[in-house]
């Protein structure tokens, strides 16, 4: 079974841009979870996608959108970006939520300069 | 502050040293999870504990969760190389919704 695919794996972006990642799910799973990972602040949650529906959302400014697909595929946006959206943008997917096994992609490296 | 405290952050030891890592919070979990992640990649799921004072091996990692499901520990006998990574405890909180609650992580060195 293949594994969680994020496109790209490494960006690089100026400020005040905006940024489109991509998340492939394992084929099956309906739940897509994205994550934002610092040195400083470890492992952020942004939100949750089940049957293209946001469940629920981390305490994120409006820039951070999300939205997920019919064949579960999600992508997430950043709009504006800022010096300190810089970080490593991990998915995960699971069957039915982040309660239950998760399976987490490479990441997508996000340098803003 | 942090909902979830890992300790210690950083450990480094000798390969066939023994180790232990905490998860502690004063909040009670319907289940907790711990991952290692290497460099460059995302976070691999270890072990899932879901009963209050539950134990769980895996070759030599011993996983325990605590008896009122506030607190977990992960031990390595014989640390190898191969174990170095970060170590991330996350916790499904019984009145999450649909969001784990993350620890920072303990990154270890295990060096030959």
């Given at each position: ?84 959206d ?9 069957l ?12 997508t490296?996000?340098?803003?300069t | ?48 504990v ?6 769980k ?27 170095t ?9 019984v ?18």
């Open positions: 079974k293949a594994g969680v695919t994020q496109t790209p794996r490494y960006l690089i972006k100026t400020r005040g841009q905006q940024v489109t990642l991509s998340c492939s799910p394992i084929s099956g799973h309906r739940s897509v979870s994205w994550y934002q990972q610092t040195p400083g602040q470890g492992l952020q949650f942004l939100f949750e996608y089940f049957s293209e529906t946001q469940r629920n959302k981390g305490n994120f400014p409006g820039r951070f959108s999300g939205r997920q697909f019919s064949n579960s595929r999600s992508e997430m946006n950043v709009s504006t970006l800022e010096l300190g810089s970080a490593l943008y991990l998915c995960a997917s699971s039915q939520g982040p309660s239950y096994e998760q399976y987490f992609g490479p990441g490296r996000l340098t803003v | 502050t942090q909902l979830l405290e890992q300790s210690p952050q950083f450990l480094s030891i000798q390969e066939g040293e023994n180790l232990t890592v905490y998860c502690n919070s004063s909040s009670v979990f319907s289940s907790l999870q711990w991952y290692r992640q290497e460099p460059g990649e995302g976070p691999v799921l270890l072990v899932t879901v009963t209050g004072g539950e134990v091996k895996l070759k030599r990692l011993t996983f325990q969760f605590g008896d009122a499901r506030k607190d977990s520990s992960l031990h390595i006998t014989a640390a190898q190389p191969g174990d990574g970060l170590y991330l405890c996350a916790g499904d909180l009145e999450s919704n649909y969001q784990l609650i993350w620890g920072a992580g303990t990154k270890l060195i295990i060096k030959p």
